[in-house]
């Protein structure tokens, strides 16, 4: 499934109500999650039988998720990857299409793509290597030096946050008319453009 190695497919289910008893969810995150998501299988486990164990990653789970809707609520998503303590690719299915997400400091996922293209590789010597791979090719991260996967997320989350605020700098100063005020904003602006 999904392009991996026979030897890891699962293929057990995993019911909702034994998440909600095992972790006790309250009433509301329970229809909340009813909401979004039909049935929870543990499609693969990428393990030490595969690839050799890393420092930190002892197993990468993959778990397909039949959706009820496309636009599901992705703190759904991010409950069910901090309930389950594992290293877990999320393939989120809702008819024929299939999106992965994973949560690694945010959820981060890929587009939606036809069921039948997807294809996961496990590129690495090791399971944490593979990990990291994954991360970055389910959210399109591109890696700079000396930065980890985690690291990247969070120095591409801030470079966007200033970009988002650079652009509404920039439509303030025009629509400015003291002139005072649109330096002042100037000011601020190449503060910001320094930054990046």
């Not at 909702?16 to 979004?36: C, P, Q, S, V």
Request: hydrophobic share 40%; net charge positive; glycine share 4%.
């Amino acid at each position: 499934m999904f392009g991996l190695p026979a030897q890891s497919e699962v293929g057990t289910p995993l019911p909702k109500t034994a998440l909600y008893a095992k972790f006790g969810l309250k009433a509301a995150e329970r229809e909340a999650f009813d909401a979004d998501v039909s049935r929870i299988v543990i499609a693969n486990c990428i393990d030490s039988r595969l690839v050799q164990v890393g420092s930190t990653t002892l197993s990468i789970y993959l778990l397909a998720v039949t959706l009820k809707r496309k636009n599901y609520d992705p703190r759904n998503i991010i409950m069910l990857s901090r309930l389950i303590e594992q290293n877990i690719v999320f393939a989120l299915i809702y008819e024929s299409e299939v999106q992965l997400a994973t949560y690694c400091t945010r959820l981060v996922t890929s587009p939606w793509q036809p069921s039948d293209t997807l294809s996961l590789t496990l590129d690495g010597l090791n399971l944490d290597t593979v990990w990291d791979n994954l991360i970055a090719s389910i959210g399109h991260i591109t890696v700079t030096e000396g930065n980890s996967v985690a690291q990247q997320i969070v120095i591409d989350d801030a470079r966007a946050k200033l970009l988002k605020q650079i652009e509404l700098l920039e439509k303030r100063a025009r629509a400015e008319k003291q002139p005072r005020k649109k330096l002042e904003l100037f000011e601020r602006l190449k503060e910001l453009r320094s930054k990046l």
